[in-house]
């Protein structure tokens, strides 16, 4: 099993931009499918973003609500996955929680707060 530490949630305004890494450690991680998933109060999780590998081939996908604003990436040298959040809406604040796969690990999460 892996161990995930997220880092880089915070306040930020409408229309602004935070970048959320996850450290991953364990285990060898160019070979996981790595996710970002977020919780509102009162809502389920729900996935955010996700990110996996086949050969050569980078497969990803988003949730609706986010395409064209978040774009995730992995830096394998740095056993890192983003998550790069532009034009960021009230409707974002949640917590950001890092998931891998196999083995369904979670990170601890990190609040991502939008307001003005």
């Known amino acids: 099993q892996v161990q995930l530490v997220e880092s880089g949630g915070g306040l930020v305004q409408p229309g602004g931009s935070l970048r959320l890494s996850c450290v991953v450690s364990?285990?060898?991680?160019?070979?996981?499918?790595m996710g970002w998933f977020r919780q509102a109060p009162g809502k389920e999780r729900e996935i955010v973003a996700r990110?996996?590998?086949?050969?050569?081939?980078?497969?990803?996908y988003y949730a609706d609500s986010v395409k064209g604003r978040f774009s995730i990436s992995r830096d394998t040298a740095k056993n890192t996955v983003y998550l790069q959040m532009n034009s960021l809406k009230p409707e974002d604040t949640a917590v950001y929680y890092c998931n891998a796969n196999p083995g369904n690990s979670w990170g601890q999460g990190t609040q991502v707060t939008v307001s003005s």
């Open positions: 364990g285990r060898t991680f160019s070979s996981y499918t």
């Open positions: 990110i996996s590998r086949s050969g050569s081939i980078t497969f990803t």
